[in-house]
């Protein structure tokens, strides 16, 4: 006992000093100072902005295919984008009547012509991880060009062109001339939602979809069911969300609102993987499927509550199969995320007839050789959908056999042992995505931001070979206390650092040029109606007016 206080005591006095450490004072941003990037974020790989600038007249402004693009007009990636960036653009300036086009100032821009320049623009594909995303901006006279090989990246330049027009002190839309050459540095950068401990409407996830295209993340990661609640409508398994989602019609994600989400984001060049973690965090899948769980003993009777997914009936595989099979059809990105976290084995434990089984399969006392057991027969499964799979790093910890192509996903521990955890799994040969320090859920005083604009994914031991292995990362949002009344502000700006570690070089880290970014960028969220938090004491021009 006293030992375990004197223990409690010298850890948080250490995790004090790591904490006054990484946000001393000293490390704060200094008071804005414009940036020579204006309110680029996040910033591209190279940016050459010189003084000339240009006007920009919302009558005669037009965003065009140029004549040797493969994209034409029936590209609804491009087509939608146009519409969407032309009111970004201009669409403030009409609510506030501003007399624009005021005679002199600077030379007119009016053309931004875009040219998607391989034989297959990939307008009507998906996105994927290996999808070009790079592209190149010149903005001069007498038209602004936005070249890229892909419709993705064009998308991205198309919000990159958008982020370079301000106003002048007349309130007249200006844009400097302007090079850029881009493209990400990992292809892999994205944001976990959570949709079973509390109901996000699909009107918040649309919402969130457009503002990380604003920062450029590539992801929807769609933690859709978990412990509390099954919102996903199944049409194999209609009981599952009717006995296991929060209301059986209102709380519910239908065929149709899956579809729409997937579309909406591939639109925005995002990708939809959607996660169902077994065999743990299932207790909702219970309600509406019986003997999926394992019952739970307390002395030699069934104590009525439930455990993880019980691993020893055949039941399980082929619930698994049917289910899995419909999840590979219903969202078509090429990996599904499986979980395999926090398996609690104390259920197990308790049930005799688990106890007989780990004895016939000669498991010993080694519960986690079960589990293992368990997520080796559903991988089975899964690999003959012929999608990829992600998993949390446990089934790694645990000496899952995996395939070569599986993506081990990094959520645990401090700073030296996700590090270690990294190097271990690249070393093994496997991909990995890292989020221990981006979980946005947790919440604490002052710029937060800073701590995860800090941690870089590739910083661990390891060769070149290992380091190429990391494929991104991705910024978590869990739900426990949050839903639509507060979800955007909880994510933005605080998402947005990690959005700029994932997509610029390793080597901008300079936090007084990126607090300067960020709180413009910051604004630009509000003025597009995103209530995007404040980074500290400060204003925006154009400022949030609630909804
Ligand atoms: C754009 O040009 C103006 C002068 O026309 C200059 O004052 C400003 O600093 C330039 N912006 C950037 C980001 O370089
Ligand atoms: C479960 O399936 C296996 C192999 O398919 C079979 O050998 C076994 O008898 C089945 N168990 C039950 C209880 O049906």
């Excluded at 990939?122 to 999808?131: A, Q």
Aim: glycine content about 6%; aromatic content about 12%.
């Amino acid at each position: 006992m006293f030992i375990t206080v004197k223990l409690t005591v010298l850890l948080l006095g250490l995790s004090f000093c790591y904490g006054r450490r990484r946000y001393h004072f000293d490390e704060e941003p200094q008071p804005v100072r414009a940036s020579k990037y204006g309110s680029l974020w996040p910033l591209p790989q190279a940016v050459k902005i010189s003084e000339q600038s240009f006007k920009l007249i919302k009558n005669s402004f037009a965003i065009v295919d140029s004549k040797e693009s493969s994209a034409g007009p029936s590209c609804s990636p491009l087509q939608d984008a146009y519409y969407r960036y032309y009111d970004y653009m201009f669409g403030s300036a009409k609510h506030r009547g501003l007399s624009e086009n005021r005679p002199g100032g600077p030379a007119e821009l009016s053309e931004l012509q875009v040219w998607i320049t391989s034989p297959d623009s990939e307008c009507d594909s998906l996105p994927s991880v290996s999808s070009d995303e790079s592209y190149e901006l010149s903005v001069d006279q007498p038209y602004a060009i936005l070249k890229a090989p892909k419709v993705w990246g064009a998308l991205r330049g198309l919000e990159t062109f958008s982020q370079l027009v301000y106003e002048d002190e007349y309130g007249t839309k200006t844009i400097n001339s302007t090079a850029i050459s881009d493209f990400p540095r990992f292809a892999h950068r994205g944001i976990l939602l959570d949709t079973s401990r509390h109901f996000l409407p699909v009107k918040i996830i649309l919402a969130t979809l457009e503002t990380m295209a604003m920062n450029k993340f590539n992801v929807f990661h769609w933690h859709i069911v978990d412990d509390p609640s099954f919102p996903y409508m199944s049409h194999t398994f209609p009981q599952l969300s009717k006995q296991g989602a929060y209301h059986p019609y209102t709380h519910v994600y239908t065929a149709t609102d899956v579809q729409m989400v997937i579309e909406f984001a591939r639109l925005r060049g995002i990708r939809v993987i959607p996660e169902f973690d077994t065999p743990g965090h299932t207790e909702s899948w219970g309600n509406g499927q019986k003997d999926l769980l394992t019952p739970c003993y307390s002395g030699s009777a069934p104590s009525g509550s439930f455990g993880p997914v019980n691993p020893i009936l055949n039941t399980t595989y082929d619930f698994m199969n049917k289910l899995f099979q419909e999840i590979s059809t219903v969202f078509p990105d090429a990996y599904i995320h499986l979980g395999g976290d926090e398996v609690d084995f104390s259920c197990w434990k308790s049930n005799p007839d688990i106890q007989k089984f780990m004895d016939q399969q000669g498991f010993g006392k080694d519960y986690s050789k079960l589990e293992s057991f368990y997520i080796q027969r559903l991988l089975d499964i899964v690999t003959t959908t012929k999608k990829g799979y992600m998993v949390w790093q446990e089934v790694f910890d645990n000496g899952v056999k995996l395939k070569q192509d599986t993506i081990i996903h990094i959520w645990k521990g401090t700073e030296q042992q996700y590090q270690n955890e990294m190097a271990r799994i690249t070393s093994a040969g496997y991909q990995t995505l890292l989020s221990t320090p981006w979980y946005l859920n947790r919440v604490t005083y002052g710029q937060d931001w800073l701590g995860f604009y800090k941690a870089d994914p590739q910083d661990f031991k390891g060769t070149e070979a290992q380091k190429k292995l990391v494929v991104g990362g991705e910024a978590c949002l869990w739900g426990e206390y949050v839903d639509a009344t507060n979800l955007t502000p909880r994510l933005w700006p605080r998402a947005s650092a990690v959005a700029e570690r994932l997509w610029s070089s390793k080597d901008v880290t300079d936090i007084n040029d990126a607090f300067s970014r960020l709180s413009m960028h910051r604004c630009r969220m509000v003025e597009r109606g995103i209530p995007a938090e404040p980074l500290v004491t400060g204003y925006c021009t154009h400022e949030y007016r609630g909804i």
